[in-house]
T-cell receptor, first 116, second 115 residues
Framework: DARVTQTPRHKVTEMGQEVTMRCQPI?????VFWYRQTMMQGLELLAY????????DSGMPKDRFSAEMPDATLATLKIQPSEPRDSAVYFC??????????????FGPGTRLTVL | AQKVTQAQTEISVVEKEDVTLDCVYE???????LFWYKQPPSGELVFLIR??????QNEISGRYSWNFQKSTSSFNFTITASQVVDSAVYFC????????????FGTGTRLQVFP
């Protein structure tokens, strides 16, 4: 049963600390998405990659957030320095895509981040 | 611009009742895709179904069924004989052919099924 995996599942940290979230996409999927979910904003697309190349990171606060794909099986989202307003659930999703199109997006279990 | 509206914020039913979750979408594109995702209390987002705009056949999967009507721009989801395990937030989403990378989500409907 192929699934997107994310680590850690929960993270509590203090303001100013660096946070790194990791995602392993479904094997064979070439497109990886990062979303953030909050009560106020719902699901927001932060950034996404295809074949490890960033396609769009316009939803991401550039000054503190960074996303990378060191290899095809690992995507990372880093926040440095973290702030209380970054508290949210961060989802990774993966799918098969080409051009500007992705088939179905399959989501991971999410990382619940709390910044104190 | 595209938009998805889930007007029902929260629905409560008693086990074994049937329940329909409404989804209305807006797009000027003729080719598009509609999705439903389930988010149970554990928090993960689970894919349920994907339909393309050329396929208006209703879909049934066990106790779940989906009614796609282009005439009313709706893609409603019905759970028959609801169970406590159906308690979750359900999201409807839309993507258009020119850019299916971008999923437009509704705000979700929280379904509570009481025993």
């Amino acid at each position: 049963d192929a699934r997107v995996t994310q680590t850690p599942r929960h993270k509590v940290t203090e303001m100013g600390q660096e946070v790194t979230m990791r995602c392993q996409p479904i094997l064979g999927h070439n497109t990886v998405f990062w979303y953030r979910q909050t009560m106020m904003q719902g699901l927001e697309l932060l950034a996404y990659f295809r074949n490890r190349a960033p396609l769009d990171d316009s939803g991401m606060p550039k000054d503190r957030f960074s996303a990378e794909m060191p290899d095809a099986t690992l995507a990372t989202l880093k926040i440095q320095p973290s702030e209380p307003r970054d508290s949210a659930v961060y989802f990774c999703a993966s799918g098969l895509g080409s051009g500007a199109n992705t088939d179905t997006q399959y989501f991971g279990p999410g990382t619940r981040l709390t910044v104190l | 611009a595209q938009k998805v509206t889930q007007a029902q914020t929260e629905i409560s039913v008693v086990e074994k009742e049937d329940v329909t979750l409404d989804c209305v979408y807006e797009t000027r594109d003729t080719t598009y895709y509609l999705f439903w995702y389930k988010q149970p209390p554990s928090g993960e987002l689970v894919f349920l179904i994907r339909r393309n705009s050329f396929d208006e056949q209703n879909e049934i999967s066990g106790r779940y069924s989906w009614n796609f009507q282009k005439s009313t721009s709706s893609f409603n989801f019905t759970i028959t004989a609801s169970q406590v395990v159906d308690s979750a937030v359900y999201f409807c989403a839309l993507s258009v052919f020119q850019n299916t990378d971008k999923l437009i989500f509704g705000t979700g409907t929280r379904l509570q099924v009481f025993p």
